[in-house]
């Protein structure tokens, strides 16, 4: 799994925003 930082920083974003929004 080759992905850079950003990449990670913004996937987990969403999935906290998905996890808080149920």
């Known amino acids: 799994m080759a992905v ?3 990449e990670t920083v913004f996937i ?3 999935f906290f925003k ?3 929004y149920k």
């Open 4 to 6: 850079s930082l950003r």
């Open 12 to 14: 987990l974003l969403i």
């Open 18 to 20: 998905v996890k808080y």
